[in-house]
Every structure is written in C-alpha cells, then in structure tokens.
C-alpha cells in the first residue's frame, strides 16, 4: 500500500544517515530516546542573556514558556519572547505538518546563528526541545549547545508510565516531578493508579467515606508477605489528593503534552471502597483497609445496581476532571469467590444465562463500558478483561506476559504492552544482596531495553493494534520518593527508547554509553536513580567433569575487574579477571571494579558456587518446563541456586505437568548426599511438589528410591540437604508430582499450579 511504499522511501533515506550516527557512536550525544536520524556540524550556539524565542504561534507560548525554566534552571538568563524573526541568536518555535509528517515529530537545526525547532504539533516541537535539553552544556549566565540537525519521530504512538499511589501515597510535588520527567524522556501518558485495596486516593464528593474511611488503613506491613509471622509497622497511614490538586496536576501534564488516564480498579482490590461502603460488598462486611499486599477475596458485588450507580457516581467525578479520552477500569485479579456463593451475583447469572463467574466478570466490564461509551469515553482493562468475553470497545493492557495482548489484537482490539517480566518497575534490578526490599521478581536494565513487543508477529494486524507500551511502578515497597526514584529510573529510560526510538537503531552498548552521559542530568534533576548498571554481572557455564566456568562481565569503561575465591574482599594486589576462570571447587567468587585510578569503584560483587559430581552432567527431562521458567535443563546443574528473585533464569518450572528429570553423571560413582531446592510461593502461584522423590540408578533402568518428602512446611524456598547411605550410581531421578489445580480459596484458584526447582546437587 502507499503507507508501506512512503515509509520504505522514508526508511532508505534515514538509513544511512542513522547508520552513520551508529557507526560513530563514541561521538553520539547523550541523547534518550536516540533520535531517528543526528547530523551534526562544527558549529556551536550560546544561549544566553540577549537570545530571544521567536513564537509567532500563539498555540506555543506555554512551550516558549517551558524553554524559559529549563533554561533557568541550567543557569541560563531570561529569554524574552518575540514574533519576529531577528537576524541571528534566536530559538525559533514553530509547527508545520507539511514538513514533519509524523505526528510528535519535530526537527531541530542548531547552527552558529540560531536553534530552530520546527514540530508537526505543539508534542513535536516540545519533544524538540527536550532534546535539546539534554544537548546543552550549562554554563555561568549562558548555555553551549553543539550543532546538530536532528530529525525525529516517535516509533509507537502511545508511551506511558504508571504510578500506583495506593500502596504508597506520593505529593503532589513528586507527581510532577515525576511528569517534567516522563516528558524529558518523551512519555506522552501518565497512567495514575489511583484506588486499590490499600488506599483510596482521589476525592470523590459524593462519597466522603471514600476520604475519610477508604483513603487510610490502620497500619502497615513490613517485609514480604511470605515472611511469617507478620508483621505490622503500626502506624496509620494514608491520604488523598482532593478535587484541587488533580486538576492542578492534570493542568500540568497537559501542559508538558502529558495526557493522565485515571485507573479506578474493579471489580477486584476493591477492598477500601468497600470498607467505606460495606454495601457494596457481597457479604455486606464489615470490611477493612487493606494493611498488608496481594488479592483479596471481597470484591464489588456484580449482583447488586448500587454497586454500579455508584461506580457510575464516582466515574462522573473522575472524568469531569481528567479530560483523557481514555480511563482505565481495572479488571485485574478479581478473585470469584464470593460471587460463587452470593445469592445476588447468582441471581444475576441466572437472569442472563451467564455460564460461570468469569462471564459475570465480563457483564460488569461491558456494563461499566457502556456507561463510559455513553460519556463519550473509552476504557482500558487489564488483560483479564478478556476473560469471559471482551468489552466491544476496550484496549487492553496486557501484563500477563503478552498472551493477552496477542488474542486482543487477533480480536482487532487495541493493545498496550507491559509484560510483568520486562515492564514491572518493583522488581529487583540487580542479583546484588544490597538492593532495597522488592517485589520478588527480576527485570534487569538489560532486560527491560531488550523487550520487543510482538516480536514474532509482522502481520498488519498485530502491527496496527498495538499502540504501544508501558513500565509499572507499583509502589508496595516503594517506601520513600528516594526509592520510588531509585526503582523508577534509569529502567523507565531504557523503555522510553524502546517506546520511541525505531527497532534497528536500538543497542544496548550505546544506550549504556548514552547513559552514563545522561547521569549529569539526572543528578542535576535531583533524581536518586539507581547508578549501578555497570557493576559486574556473571555467567555461569558448567563444563563436562564437573568444571564451572565463570565469566565475569562489566560495561563500564576503562575499569578493571580483580577477583578472589577465598571469601576476602578483592584489592588492587588480587588477580587480574582477563578471561573465564575455571572452578573445580565449591568457594565463593568475590569481585570489584578498580578505576583508571586504580580505586576500587562500584558494589562488592559476591557468588558462592557449589561444585558438584553432576555440574555439566547430561539431564534428561520428561515433561517440558514453561516459557516462562525455562532457562534451559544445565541450570539445573550449574553450580548456582536460584534465588528469591525467582525470575533469575536459575529456576526451571513445571505447569499442568509433573517435573521428572534425570540425571547422567557419565559413569557410575559414589553418592551419598543430594541437596535442591523448591519454591513455595502461592502469591505466585508456586507450589512445592505434593511428592517429591530421590532415586538412583546404575543401568538407567531399575531405580532405588533415596528419599522421599511429601511437605515443604518453608513459605518460600525450601532448601533441602539429603545425606544418603554410600550408594553407587550413574543415573540419579528426580520425581516432583505437581500440585496441579490451584485450590479454591487460594491465590490463581483453578489454574495451574507452578512447580519450581532449581540445582540438583549431587556429592
Ligand atoms: C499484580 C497486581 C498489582 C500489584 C503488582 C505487583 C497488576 C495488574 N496487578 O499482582 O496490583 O501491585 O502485581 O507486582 O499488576
């Protein structure tokens, strides 16, 4: 088609141009999201005291005034504004959508004489002039900015950022903060979680329980929710935003072309609403805030018409004051187990032939669509939302992985990515023992910038649905703005430049190089972002007789790496790391980063390693593990044992099927102890195995069971040391019957339960 046609033509002449940027990308600014194409010239440009901004568009004179503070606050003078053009020291503003065909694009030419920003839109000409905020060197009274001509354009047209304010209520001071940040890095959606089980943050005057029962809970838990016993800080915590400062806020981001799309969850995390109005619930309460973080079985009741006028109520409040197109209505993990019992909800069910509760989970989204159509609105759901049949008009934000979002972009819905593995912000970001209390999970910088949504599908369908992405911040352990920050960036960097920048100018060495340039600004923004993405990083590659091979890994320039395997901490006088070390022995592999100046820089990396009879021992598996937890069989046998950050590739994990592995140690020897571990972590729908069994053999065919253990009393992993009577063999079993459905009452009830083992030690 002519779109197809246009846009190869445009793509042969950025190409090269852009190829060109990459080639010398020692030279590249520290621009994120890397722009489409970069030229740039010998030339350099002051700003300072007598440049005038030349605004003869008066849609732009908010822009003109942005440019003003970032100015300001670089060191820079007042600019004053003008509409005619002088002959020379001007930034120009203007908006042609002839010139710049796409939309949010803009073109920025910084020569000796002056700075034109020219954007297809107001969003265009303001992400302009971001990037040359991130050009500028700051200066005393004056700012350089070297010559470049930049031509640029988003790749997806939706770039969000979450941030859940319910677990942990940030000011209004953050929020923006937080916005002037999303817009440096060219997001255009800020999608604000607002109402959750823990806190109910937005004023709605119809309903003042909702501020003075629904917005606070009675205290606070500490440490994960595995840990037992529990325990609470305490103290009372929670607040709101009244109706005054949502629209101060809203003012602001529309300002900074951020468009806010409000998230009022239901049916499920419903649990402050419902302490509030205990009406609303299937039981009729009494109902409390929650103090502690998960899913929660009191939900709205979807049998009861107050439940909905309410809601209605309560959205007309909310989209009286966000403007969005869109709002986001939840429909996320919303258990079913009071609509099963609850005389209303059945009744309702029956009255509309409505097969189970999934279809009734479908008749409230579709009904609250209606009523949000009927406003001219649309909604956003989670991907549950499919489940039991799609709402007719809904965009789906697929978190699940990306499972959901492929059947609604079959179903020609539109789609926004942000996939828990690569897009999920509380998670832990390094395997280092320092990092603050997280959610379990691990998404690496590296992680986040390497997801490529629907990658596998070049269909125009998959292409057209697919607007684009985003990054969660749930705050349950975002105690502090600091940390907030810390997890926030710089992963919300690396998915701005997946949101913006075009697939094949991606690379994560230049990303790196480009943030590290980029932590000036980040430092001058007052932002506590976590700096340690070059601190080492390993591989661990188990070699045949019984041989691990470490590979120690660091990005950061001009450093070098000293290790010790003696459990103390590396100096200047400790080896010199130049190539993979081979371990025969179990010990611990500490290292650290020494600067040209030779001092040590960076955290102290630290691995223990066991070396065992089956490290780099053949494994033969039965059944095969999940995508999702199959790192590949020799992690099982690497020396490494997965940890609490479960998504740390150590884990392999079994779902609708048993584990059974089997081990080859390439000849018979003596065995007499067998240690592993299992994850028990219901929360996350791990299970430990009903059974699980020890056996060995010498021929491969006739086994002798070693063990058996049919508890795992550990909420979490359970580590288990098995010393077994002197026995002979080649072939060691492993047998781990699998929970199978998850039991009613218990977090995923009736899907599958995930069975999770990781290193099959054998000694
Ligand atoms: C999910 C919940 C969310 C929670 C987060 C923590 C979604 C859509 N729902 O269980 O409320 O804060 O994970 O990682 O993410």
Redesign the pocket.
Known sequence: CIRTYLLTILLMIAMPLSMLAQAGSQSLPALIPLPVTITPSTEVFIINATTKVVVADGALNKIASLLNGYVLAYGGKLLTKVTAVPGSNFISLAIDSTAIPHKEGYLLRIDKKAIRCIGHDASGVLYGLQTLRQLWQAGKGSLQVPGYTINDYPRFAYRGMAL?VSRHLFPVSFVKKYIDLLALYKFNTFHWHLT?DQGWRIEIKKYPRLQSVAAWRKETLIGHKKEWPHRFDGKRYGGFYTQQQIKEVVQYAADRKITIIPEIEMPG?ASAALAAYPALGCTGGPYATATYWGVFDDVYCAGNDSTFVFLQNVLDEVMALFPSPYLHIGG??CPKTRWKVCAKCQQREQALHLTDEHALQSYFIQRMEQYVNSKGRQIIG?DEILEGGLAPNATVMS?RGEAGGKTAVAQHHPVIMTP?TNC?F?YYQSLYNEEPLA?GGFTPLQKVYGYEPLSESTDEASTKYLTGVEG?A?S?YYTSEALAAYMIFPRALALAELAWTPKPQRNYDSFLKRLRGEGALLTHEKINYDAHFDDISFTAVPLQNNVLQINLQTAAPGSEIRFTRDNTVPTIQSALYTSAIEITNTCTVKALLFNRQQQPTGRLFQQSFRVHKAVGAAVHLQNKPIDRFNPGNTTLVNGLFGGNRYNDNQWLGFSGNDLQAVIDLGRAQTVQRLALEVLNYHWQRMWAPVTLQLLASIDGTHYKELYRQDSFPVNGINKLEVPVTPVRAQYIKVIGTNKGEIPAGEYGAGGNALLLIDEIVVE
């Open positions: 859940d959750d995390h996320d993990e989670w978190w828990e999920y509380d959610a969660q749930w349950e």
